[in-house]
């Protein structure tokens, strides 16, 4: 059972990332996912969730708007589609699955916004 993330980077004020969250040895759509960050210095953060079904998605104010979430059923993968990025959505990324009592991480990912 794995959880990994992947898809950061260093990104222009303006620029766009993908971030992806691909399961192997079970099924992402059984599981609510959630990305959260942590900038230096700063407590970890929820970004943006969606529900196991899909039909429900949470965003931070902070990133309403600009990201989106997403999932990728074929594929087993949840995505965040993060536009219109700034300085202060720098920080590691971290994909989250939880269902019940299971509850999985994946490593986190380093998005930079710097010019």
């Known amino acids: 059972v794995q959880l990994q993330a992947s898809g950061g980077g260093l990104v222009q004020p303006g620029g766009s990332l993908r971030l992806s969250c691909a399961a192997s040895g079970f099924t992402l759509d059984d599981y609510a996912i959630g990305w959260l960050r942590q900038a230096p210095g700063k407590e970890r953060e929820w970004v943006s969730c969606i529900s196991s079904s899909g039909g429900t998605t949470y965003y931070v104010d902070s990133v309403k708007g600009r990201f989106t979430i997403s999932r990728d059923t074929a594929r087993n993968t949840v995505y965040l589609q993060m536009n219109s990025l700034k300085p202060e959505d720098t920080a590691v990324y971290y994909c989250?699955?939880?269902?019940?009592?299971?509850?999985?991480w994946g490593q986190g990912t380093q998005v930079t916004v710097s010019s």
């Open positions: 989250n699955a939880a269902r019940g009592l299971r509850n999985y």
